[in-house]
């Protein structure tokens, strides 16, 4: 029984199996065709960004996103470099893990780690757009989209107990979209100190890896584990705002030195000074300056035929580097006609002196700072001074000898007592006036009046001028004003002309300690100025 229905079942299906063929190519030719509906087509533009990139995952950053510029320039430029590109970066890659291998070296039965073939192939890296942020600080921003493709080949040879283990790492492959920083722009060429990396989004790598010939990313969930392992380290180092710092020029060829203090002095008297007058005796009065400085020397009251002048008056000067700034004092003999007689001088390096501590120095004038000179045993008087250095908040802390300088600046320190306020003129745009372009700002504040130097024939200015103004007591109902002025460098009934002005409250600045930001100029069609202002307390 069991016998005969196999039988007929092969019978079966050997009958059955062309029978039906047959029968299906006769309905396939002789049945009527159905109505194929025409496709929906829509035009490019009416798609997002995110339905283009499923379309056209190719498609490149700069057709989908107006933001980004194309840049092919800059892909035929990294084509003719590659070789030499190749050969710099693998030499790198090369210098820095040799190192890192010899530290293995002896441990785990390795007896030897090495390249045995390094090349990241003949395919450069493709920028598919370039993005560029406009700031308001010292620094230029960039945002390329990199996909990288490529035919490298890295082989690395592990000598284990007498055996070669060989690592393979082939067909890299690499979509990242970084942000790089140029920061800060300095007037030294390259022109920036540093390059800063952070990555904007988790990086996509993918990669072959061969362990004595065989694929073991071909292993079963090795694949995912390892792209997921990449990814969550890569992101945890490089991710913003963690970032990747590449300097580029010597920190102490770019520094701009920013004021730390105040060192507020008093001239209190000087005693038994020279006989400058062969009639009468001397009209003394005292000159302050702080080295390394390019501000006008501060300048005491002038004591009439006295030899032994009383001042006792205060001065503030700022402070960048107490440990390398010297303090000036020069006393001169005041001449109604001609040059001033100087008396003597002396100074005094602030690295002596201790924050928050006053000191009384007496001191022993000299012709100059030459010791040797037998001309400075002549005795020239002394002169007494009190001085008393006070960082800032923020550098309190850099300054070993202040008690409690721990302590963080809190918002009431911030609303009260003394402090610095600077005002840095960056620049200016679109600044146009009716008879000439010759721009210049002026800084008014609690009637001083600061002057940027003047740039000829440029509605574009760019100053970058620094001014500082010392206040007891922070400006918070007060406002500063910078006026753009053009002046005519010739002969002429309008030699001076207004391009706009702009009043700013000085409030916002002491609350956040730093305001940078840029601001149209008022009387001005079209012009902004870009001012940074900072309040530093004491």
Known sequence: MGFLSTLLGVLGFGFGLPIGLLIGFFLFVYSPPKDVKD??????????????????????????????????????????????????????????????????????????????????????????????????????????????????????????????????????????????????????????????????????????LKI????????????????????????????????????????????????????????????????????????????????????????????????????????????????????????????????????????????VLTAYETKELTLDLLKHTNISDPRDKKRRGQIVVELTFVPFKEDSAKFNDLDGGNEKSSDDEKLSGAGLLSVIVQGAEDVEGEHHNNPYALVLFRGEKKKTKMIRKTRDPRWNEEFQFTLDQPPLQEKIRIDVMSKRTRLSFRSKESLGHVEINLADVVHNGRINEKYHLMDSKNGVIHAEIRWDTV
């Not at 045995?116 to 700031?135: A, M, N, S, W």
């Not at 920083?181 to 988790?202: D, Y």
């Open 212 to 351: 004595l010939g065989g694929d073991v990313m071909s292993i079963p969930g090795l694949y995912q584990l390892v792209q997921e392992a990449i990814k969550k380290q890569v992101a945890s180092l490089y991710l913003w705002p963690q970032s990747l710092d590449i300097p580029v020029l010597d920190a102490s060829t770019v520094a701009v030195k920013k004021p730390v203090g105040i060192l507020h002095v008093k001239v209190v008297r000087a005693m038994k000074l020279l006989k400058a007058d062969f009639l009468g005796t001397s009209d003394p009065f005292v000159k302050l300056s702080l080295t390394g400085e390019k501000l006008p020397a501060k300048k005491t009251t002038i004591k009439k035929n006295n030899l032994n002048p009383e001042w006792n008056e205060n001065f503030k000067l700022i402070v960048k580097d107490p440990q390398s700034q010297i303090l000036q004092l020069q006393v001169f003999d005041w001449d109604k006609v001609g040059g001033h007689d100087r008396l003597g001088m002396q100074v005094i390096p602030l690295k």
């Open 39 to 208: 496709p929906v087509v829509r035009p490019l533009h009416e798609l997002d960004s995110d339905t283009l990139q499923d379309i056209l995952p190719e498609i490149p950053l700069w057709v989908k996103c107006p933001d980004y510029e194309r840049v092919d320039w800059l892909n035929k430029f990294l084509l003719e470099m590659w070789p030499y590109l190749d050969k710099a970066i693998c030499a790198t890659i090369k210098s820095t893990a040799e190192p890192i291998f010899a530290e293995y070296i002896g441990k785990y039965k390795i007896e030897a780690i090495e390249f045995e073939h390094l090349t990241l192939g003949t395919l450069p890296p493709i920028v598919h757009g370039l993005k560029v942020h406009e700031t308001n600080e010292r620094d230029l921003v960039m945002e390329p989209a990199i996909r990288w493709a490529g035919n490298t080949n890295i082989v690395l040879v592990l000598k284990l107990m007498s055996l070669q283990i060989k690592v393979q790492l082939v067909d890299l492959q690499i979509f990242v979209a970084p942000r790089i920083a140029l920061k800060p722009l300095v007037p030294t060429f390259p022109c920036f100190a540093n390059i800063v990396v952070s990555l904007m989004e988790r990086p996509h790598v993918d990669f072959g």
